[in-house]
């Protein structure tokens, strides 16, 4: 009877042991930063002149590749006469020149001018052999496809800015009285962007603008120059529904608080801001501040 219950409770042991090991298992990971795509294929706008002296010229099997991807061998346009060895790291960015883009709010094309130019983030490049005039680089990884012509850039590690509580998230913050900006275009010339998505605002560091900075995000409801065609006032006229004592205009409506983001990188007058939090889809057009 003794071996019988000293079996029974070692059984019992293993099992809330098993159980406890199995909770560890599948307890939820807490997300504290950015990951490494994240950060590294967010792309960026600059006014500043990029360097492109270094270029992607070809790669192999050239005769029937136009792009290259994860794995590929690409050349690149400088060798030993340049300085570069084996084991030499590089990124790999074009110029985002997409035509045919109608605006999607009033000044899109105007502030993104003011902005810069914005690039791709293709990917990064390991120098494999090196030549006189030409090194032979493989693609150590991959955002985007490259292609002939594209630049190289020296290697530079990437800071990855840390979250913060999204417990602190304000859905009715009052007005922090810090720049206002807007959401001028998101990553891939998306329109309409939510959480985890890349977007381009018109702040840079010549307006203070800091490396692990938060944007709050916002709207204005029944303002028109901003979003696509609307009815005017259809937000708060009250077709059918009776009336207020007095008139309302979009001004005079509480601000609808949208999400907020984090700054992966700055440039003089833009920042790359990665959307960490959003209560409703937010599309470019939508206004900014700095927390």
Request: charged share 20%.
């Amino acid at each position: 009877m003794r071996t019988r219950i000293a079996a029974l409770s070692l059984m019992a042991m293993l099992g809330a042991a098993a159980v406890s090991a199995q909770e560890i298992r599948t307890a939820p990971k807490v997300i504290t930063a950015p990951d490494y795509n994240m950060v590294n294929c967010s792309g960026f706008v600059t006014d500043q002149k990029v360097s492109e002296e270094f270029r992607l010229v070809s790669g192999e099997q050239s005769n029937y590749k136009l792009t290259f991807t994860g794995g590929d061998y690409v050349y690149i346009n400088r060798g030993q006469d340049k300085g570069v060895r084996v084991g030499d790291r590089f990124f790999v960015v074009r110029a985002d020149d997409y035509v045919g883009r109608t605006q999607w709010f009033k000044w899109q094309d105007k502030l993104m001018r003011a902005m810069g130019t914005q690039y791709i983030d293709a990917g990064q490049v390991r120098v494999v052999n090196v030549q006189p005039k030409v090194a032979i680089a493989q693609i150590i990884f991959s955002c985007d496809y490259m292609q002939r012509g594209d630049i190289v850039l020296p290697y530079q590690e990437r800071p990855i800015p840390p979250f913060k509580e999204a417990a602190t998230f304000d859905h009715f913050a009052p007005v922090s009285g810090k720049p206002m900006a807007m959401v001028v275009a998101g990553k891939d010339h998306s329109a309409a962007l939510g959480k985890n998505s890349t977007v381009y605002i018109n702040l840079g560091s010549n307006q203070g603008v800091k490396f692990g900075d938060y944007f709050r995000i916002f709207r204005y409801q029944g303002s028109t120059a901003e979003t696509v065609p609307q009815t005017k006032d259809y937000q708060f006229t009250m077709y059918g529904f009776g009336s207020a004592p007095q008139r309302y205009s979009w001004n005079d409506l509480p601000r609808e608080i949208l999400g907020e983001g984090i700054v992966f990188s700055v440039s003089r007058n833009s920042s790359t801001v990665m959307i960490t939090v959003s209560s409703s889809e937010i599309y470019a057009g939508d206004y900014v501040e700095i927390e």
